[in-house]
């Protein structure tokens, strides 16, 4: 079948990486995807953008795939499936119904209200005095987060009133991110572990990943500003296959059938933020695709063909469907440039790729290079995930630093402390 992938980074290498290789997949188009997945054999890199619809619907009349698989959630949120939908192409992602899931966090807690989900306990609020209020009324630990999208910087975990009041403002007030601030959720704060579960889903149907953890913060220690993921590994050993039937049993089921209740069918990679409290999960966030990070940890590790359950999820045809999974563990390390996520330099010669892809088990997806003259270049603050297998995880971290190791770039800069929490264990 024909192919097009939406979205550039890393997570759509790894994806354009694990379909190029299918015996299903007999071209596949990347819109606009990148240099290092240009490379890949039965590929090609459509220009647009996945965040311009018109373009994307141009590129579709014109190339025609039997399948479109959306990597981001902003088009999505912003109704990509269902243009695609009503030009009658399958497509692999929620519509704008399914993807509020994402974009709007008051949605997704009553959603998770209304059937029993475990989350923490919230409040929503669309009046800043009113939110006030509320922190006044009750003191204590708070979380407060912006409804709509915000890059993964819209959430404030406060420690009294006055920090709680204060995020209110920025958000609500001084709307330091636009109309995603409009409306607050404000939750308890929980103690306990985070891992995430990615499912793919036809609607009715569910097919779970193995558990994975990521590392938002760019400094070691957990320390420094959130960025869009410095590493991530998998499985996670906080978690185990009782928790993954807990998570089928009390997340996913409810949730799709409320889902099916409002007529939305959610065909797509769902994505489950969860923190786990001995033992049991209650769900911080739901995304409506894959993670970045966690996308390169995690397809190295399949066994399966991911392109026919792709196509499955896609057309309603999920039933019955399994995932073989390597038991080998799997870590990526992010390499960044020097001031990510703030300001950085462009245009540093790379070198050592192949050197490191030459290693064993290990996989060197791009994020932001650019390819001139015979010559990698850095092209963004995220500028590599390398990953690399190993037959548990102090195994498979030695071997990704082993990899880390063989890039060079001026500015390469990374956190030395991927899978602490495993390790410690
Ligand atoms: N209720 C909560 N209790 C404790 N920490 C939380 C809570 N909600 C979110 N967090 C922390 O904030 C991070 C970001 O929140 P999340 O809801 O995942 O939003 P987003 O990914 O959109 O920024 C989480 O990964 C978690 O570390
Ligand atoms: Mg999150």
């Known amino acids: 079948m024909r192919v097009m992938l939406l979205g550039s980074g890393g997570r759509e290498h790894a994806l354009a990486w694990c379909f ?12 606009p995807g990148n240099p290092g997945i240009a490379v890949l054999e039965n590929c090609t890199c459509v220009e647009g953008s996945a965040e311009d619809l018109e373009s994307v619907l141009r590129s579709v009349r014109e190339q025609r795939p039997d399948l479109v698989v959306v990597g981001p959630e902003a088009p999505l949120v912003a109704g990509l499936a269902d243009r695609l939908l009503d030009a009658g192409v399958t497509v692999l992602g929620p519509t704008r119904a399914g993807a509020q899931l994402e974009g709007s966090k008051a949605f997704a807690k009553e959603i998770m209200r209304e059937s029993g989900i ?14 006030r209020s509320f922190l006044q009324a009750h003191p204590g630990r708070w979380v407060v987060k912006a409804d709509g999208l915000a890059a993964g910087k819209g959430v404030f975990p406060c420690d009294g009133v006055s920090e709680a009041v204060a995020a209110v403002s920025r958000l609500m007030e001084e709307r330091a991110f636009g109309v995603a601030g409009a409306r607050v959720v404000i939750e308890e704060y929980l103690e306990g572990e985070e891992a995430s579960c990615i499912a793919l889903t036809d ?10 953890q990521d590392h938002k913060r760019a400094l070691d220690g957990d320390r420094g500003p959130n960025t869009g993921g410095m590493g991530a590994y998998s499985p996670a050993p906080v978690a185990d296959e009782a928790l993954a039937q807990l998570v089928r049993q009390q997340v996913f ?7 099916r209740r409002r007529g939305i069918e959610y065909r797509g990679f769902l994505y489950a933020g969860l923190m786990i409290t001995q033992g049991a999960p209650r769900v911080l966030e739901f995304n409506v695709r894959l993670g970045d990070p966690e996308t390169q940890a995690l397809l190295p590790r399949l066994e399966s ?9 896609a057309t309603g045809t999920l039933a019955g469907a399994n995932l073989a999974c390597s038991p080998r563990a799997s870590v990526c390390v992010v390499l960044a440039s020097r001031g990510y996520p703030g300001p950085y330099e462009k245009g540093l010669p790379i070198t050592g ?14 994020a932001g290079t650019r390819r001139e003259r015979g010559q990698w270049l850095t092209a963004g603050g995220r ?7 190993g037959d548990d995880i102090p195994a498979a971290v030695a071997a990704a630093y082993r990899a880390v190791a063989a890039i060079e770039f001026s500015g390469k800069t990374y956190r030395r402390d991927i899978a602490h929490r495993a390790l410690r264990r």
């Open 305 to 313: 063909d991911l392109l026919p359950l792709v196509y499955a999820a």
């Open 383 to 389: 500028v590599l995930g390398v990953t690399a297998l």
């Open 20 to 31: 190029s290789k299918s015996p299903q997949c007999e071209r596949l188009l990347c819109l």
């Open 253 to 259: 089921s409810p949730l799709l059938s409320a889902l």
């Open 353 to 366: 790729l192949q050197s490191a892809q030459a290693l064993p088990d290990t996989f060197v997806f791009h």
């Open 203 to 212: 609607g009715s149907h569910v097919v779970m990943l193995p558990f994975s």
């Open 118 to 131: 475990p989350t923490a306990a919230f409040e929503s609020f669309a009046d800043a005095a009113a939110a």
